[in-house]
């Protein structure tokens, strides 16, 4: 019983809302764009690192948000540009060695006045301006089976704002892929010489939809960081192979498949270790290997998942860029 | 080569060089400690003789790296090059040979994965290596006998197949995690004296290192120019459908090829615990970018660019910490490569093709 109220709150948890909201940004590159994009995980990470860093100047939250968002667009912007016209592999290279190049500066010791270096920015640092915001009390609230903290960190407060951005996104991206724009990316993800012979600007398309996408996964990351802390670490490749996964488990090019491949991701991740650790006996699985343990499954699950179903739980096989 | 290179490009490339050089000297400004840490370490190792003197060790340093690289990259590159896929498990197999290496060689107990049983195997280094080479190799060709063929035959996307090999390098990765725990492993706790020559400072396991490094590069080149089959390699990577009309068994080729990738992965393995003195779980994923860098540099696909393309990367991020924080070398590597995709997609030594 006890595990099964910890897969549910697994599934309601703020991370895992910053998570289908990072793969929503995913899913314009991938699922729309067909590009592959392989630093996700970079575009989160200068997402929270120009919030954190403008509330710590002291600058008001909107501010901050935007700023966030910029430093997205802006790298998106310089990713592009030479990589575009490439063919698709390259793109994935470049994005996967650029993400890791800003997980690296981030945490090099020549930054340390700004970025924390590899300890990061703590979240007392920079929380208190949305936490403050909160229309939640400021104690322990418990709701159903669920017990969390109003305002502070992971709380009833961030797990609102959160799902309620999952929900505009996701709207958001309904919109946009079923507009005449959201054609034309489609249509670049089919054939890209057709579209061209058709006369629209490719590059230009493709660049719109690299910002857009970037954009979104940068605030995925602002909201992840409020539910946690600034770590240049955890935004490692690891994680951009998360969120691959989850998108292709949900399904690429869907609406709803970003959100729920998000949800059965984490709440599969909880199961299986809270599973392993009752069941499995110490000696043949401590608990110090339970991590590395279930992230091989996790691998694992993504080669299935792309051989034998990459259009993933609620995809259409003729909407995939493969 | 330059008369080739138009306007608008050499515009762009100078460009980007203007927003790395702005880039830099931001980083270098608003983080005030970075003078401070990179010429500390800097004054701290040319108060004695100087930065040219540095810049020498670093160069050679660097060579050593570059060549360690090399041994990695060009079994990446003779991959892409026969089959068109970009392996990003291949980080894996160079910390798979030198973690077997360490498992076989260490004396003290060591399991496998959800075995509660204690080992205790101790073999000397020597055969412990040869043994992991060996057996890295056959994993080389078991993964292609189960994944890639069979991915081949159902005629997969390539795209799908680089997201599947993502996938198993992060099996493989937290399977060596799980296997050998989180903390960086020593293959051997032999004291190694370091030798003076002029401003170089040397350890004999690093010339030994170097030597067997040099002649297994040497001796993949032999294969390829000299031999029936290293003749086959280089048609099935020039041609595959040609290569398969006119006798070639492509399968066969791949198979060998996959068999080389691993073991010469395993070698560069063993070789950089040696050279850096021990070797972490994620040490060969870190290592994947350069690997990638490299064999972009050079070429996609082209093994003799592998080389190159390693001994400048290797070159590169040694020689940068003389300048930049150290910690900042894999960034400066990782920027060449984009730098390279702007200017000249097809590396140094491909050919100039439609790429995009």
Redesign the interface.
């Known amino acids: 019983m006890d595990i099964l109220f910890d897969v549910l709150r697994t599934a309601i948890a703020p991370s895992t809302a910053a998570f289908a909201l990072a793969a929503i940004g995913l899913n314009f590159h991938f699922g729309l764009t067909g590009l592959l994009n392989m630093g996700h995980a970079g575009f989160m990470l200068l997402g929270m690192y120009g919030f954190a860093i403008s509330l710590q100047q002291g600058w008001p939250i909107w501010l901050a948000v935007i700023i966030g968002l910029l430093a997205a667009a802006i790298f998106a912007v310089l990713l592009g540009w030479p990589t575009l016209k490439l063919r698709g592999d390259y793109l994935a290279i470049v994005t996967i060695a650029a993400a890791e190049m800003v997980r690296l500066l981030g945490r090099s010791q020549s930054l340390k006045d700004l970025t924390g270096a590899s300890s990061g920015i703590r979240g007392k640092d920079f929380k208190e301006p949305f936490e403050t915001l909160s229309p939640f009390p400021d104690s322990i609230v418990t709701i159903g089976p669920f017990q969390m903290h109003g305002s502070r960190s992971s709380s009833w407060w961030l797990t609102v704002v959160t799902w309620v951005l999952v929900g505009i996104f996701a709207l958001v991206f309904w919109r946009l892929a079923n507009s005449p724009w959201g054609r034309v990316l489609k249509g670049i993800r089919e054939d890209e010489d057709a579209v061209r012979s058709l006369g629209k600007n490719v590059y230009s398309y493709k660049m719109q939809a690299l910002v857009i996408g970037g954009m979104i996964g940068a605030l995925g990351g602002i909201t992840w960081a409020l539910g946690n802390s600034v770590q240049p670490d955890s935004m490692a490749r690891p994680t951009t192979f998360w969120l691959w996964t989850l998108l292709l488990l949900g399904g690429a090019a869907t609406v709803f498949g970003p959100v729920l491949g998000s949800i059965l991701f984490w709440s599969a991740l909880t199961l299986v270790k809270s599973l392993a650790s009752a069941f499995i006996p110490d000696t043949v699985l401590s608990t110090t290997e339970l991590e590395p343990f279930s992230l091989v499954l996790v691998g694992v699950t993504l080669m299935l998942l792309v051989i034998f179903r990459p259009q993933g739980v609620l995809g259409n096989k003729k909407e995939l860029a493969f | 080569m330059l008369a080739r290179l138009d306007r608008r490009v050499l515009l762009?490339a100078a460009l980007?060089f203007l927003?790395a050089v702005v880039g830099v000297t931001a980083?270098?400004a608003?983080?005030?400690?970075?003078d401070a840490?990179?010429s500390e370490t800097a004054a701290a190792a040319a108060s004695s003789s100087g930065t040219f003197d540095l810049f020498i060790q670093n160069l050679f340093n660097g060579v050593v790296f570059g060549l360690l690289l090399a041994l990695a990259s060009v079994g990446l590159s003779l991959i892409y090059g026969t089959t068109a896929l970009?392996n990003f498990a291949h980080g894996e197999m160079v910390t798979f040979g030198a973690m077997l290496t360490y498992w076989l060689a260490t004396p003290q107990p060591v399991r496998i994965?959800?075995?509660?049983v204690d080992f205790n195997i101790g073999l000397p280094l020597i055969p412990a290596a040869l043994l992991a080479i060996a057996i890295s190799a056959g994993l080389g060709w078991v993964q292609d006998r189960i994944?890639w063929s069979q991915?081949r035959r159902r005629r997969?996307?390539?795209?799908?197949q680089?997201?599947?090999s993502?996938?198993?390098?992060?099996?493989?990765v937290?399977?060596i995690?799980?296997w050998m725990?989180g903390r960086p492993v020593r293959l051997t706790t032999a004291i190694d004296p370091r030798n003076d020559y002029g401003p170089i400072s040397v350890s004999n396991t690093t010339l030994i290192s170097m030597a067997i490094a040099i002649a297994a590069l040497l001796g993949v080149a032999f294969f390829l120019q000299r031999t029936r089959l290293g003749r086959a390699t280089r048609a099935v990577s020039d041609n595959p459908a040609l290569a398969s009309a006119s006798g070639i068994k492509v399968d066969s080729i791949i198979r060998l090829v996959w068999i080389m990738a691993a073991g010469l992965a395993a070698l560069g393995g063993i070789l950089l615990a040696l050279y850096q003195q021990g070797i972490g779980f994620d040490d060969g994923?870190k290592l994947l970018?350069m690997m990638?860098?490299a064999v972009?540099l050079g070429g996609l696909g082209h093994p003799y660019g592998a080389l190159v393309g390693s001994l400048i990367i290797g070159i590169v991020a040694e020689v940068s910490t003389v300048w930049?924080?150290p910690?900042?070398k894999?960034?400066t590597a990782?920027?060449i490569?984009?730098l390279v995709?702007?200017v000249r997609?097809q590396g140094i030594l491909g050919r100039a093709e439609r790429?995009?």
């Open positions: 762009r980007v927003i980083v270098l608003m983080g005030g400690s970075a840490a990179s970009s994965p959800l075995i509660p994944i991915l997969v996307a390539m795209v799908q680089m997201i599947v993502i996938g198993l390098s992060l099996a493989l937290n399977f995690q799980w725990g994923t970018l990638f860098a972009t930049l924080a910690d900042l894999f960034a990782l920027g490569l984009i995709l702007l997609p790429v995009g």
